[in-house]
């Protein structure tokens, strides 16, 4: 089955500065990544996804990349605000067959 | 659109009492999923339900747990005979077919 490892685990960074998150899969027959953004008591949310037929897709300040070849993608924050701060999950699935397979989630702290 | 909905919120339970956990998806979500997120942990896959298929429970961890779906409706989770291991956050979410799943907020769940 698919196996996704995220990194880092943990994530430091100023108000302002720039935050990237990398996620690897296993399984190359996955198509679909999603990344989800979980703020403390709350349930995850869906911030952004990619297919794997585009290998880059922008909204506002996020941006998420995705390398088919290397079987990585990347979450990328810029101009970061402490509203940002959260636990970022990463997933990878097989669309419309198989369920996501989640990273074990990073934890980005933007101080301000 | 209304998102999906988790009740209870909050439950606090004796070792070994039985808890349900009540879930209702987004309207016309044939996918319907339940995890466990353990304080500062990732999420966990317990069960998966769609359509009319059997469900996908390899993801349980023991007979104590178990899960009902009632058509493309509500589900609820059972866990039988509680244990201070099982305190975690229980999150359900919903998709349409297997595709982006939005999660609820998710039932806190303490056994003391």
């Known amino acids: 089955g698919e196996n996704v490892e995220q990194h880092p685990s943990t994530l430091s960074v100023q108000e302002g500065d720039s935050a990237v998150i990398k996620c690897t899969y296993s399984?190359?027959?996955?198509?679909?990544f999603p990344w989800y953004k979980q703020e403390l008591g709350k349930g995850p949310q869906l911030i952004i996804d990619?297919?794997?037929?585009?290998g880059e897709k922008k909204d506002q300040r996020i941006a998420v990349t995705l390398n088919k070849t290397a079987k990585h993608f990347s979450l990328h924050i810029t101009e970061t605000q402490p509203e940002d701060s959260a636990v970022y999950f990463c997933?990878?699935?097989?669309?419309?067959?198989?369920?996501?397979?989640f990273g074990k989630g990073t934890m980005l702290l933007v101080s301000p | 659109g209304a998102g999906v909905s988790q009740s209870p919120s909050n439950k606090v339970t004796e070792k070994g009492k039985d808890v349900e956990l009540r879930c209702d998806p987004i309207s016309g979500h044939t996918a319907l999923y339940w995890y466990r997120q353990r304080l500062g942990q990732g999420l966990e896959f317990l069960i998966y339900f769609q359509g009319n298929s059997a469900p996908d429970k390899s993801g349980l961890p023991s007979d104590r747990f178990s899960a009902e779906r009632t058509g493309e409706s509500v589900s609820t989770l059972t866990i039988q005979r509680t244990q201070q291991e099982d305190s975690a956050v229980y999150l359900c979410?919903?998709?349409?077919?297997?595709?982006?799943?939005?999660f609820g907020p998710g039932t806190r769940l303490l056994v003391l």
């Open positions: 399984d190359s027959a996955s198509n679909y």
């Open positions: 997933a990878a699935s097989i669309s419309g067959y198989s369920t996501l397979t």
């Open positions: 990619i297919r794997s037929n585009v």
């Open positions: 979410a919903s998709s349409y077919e297997v595709a982006t799943q939005y």
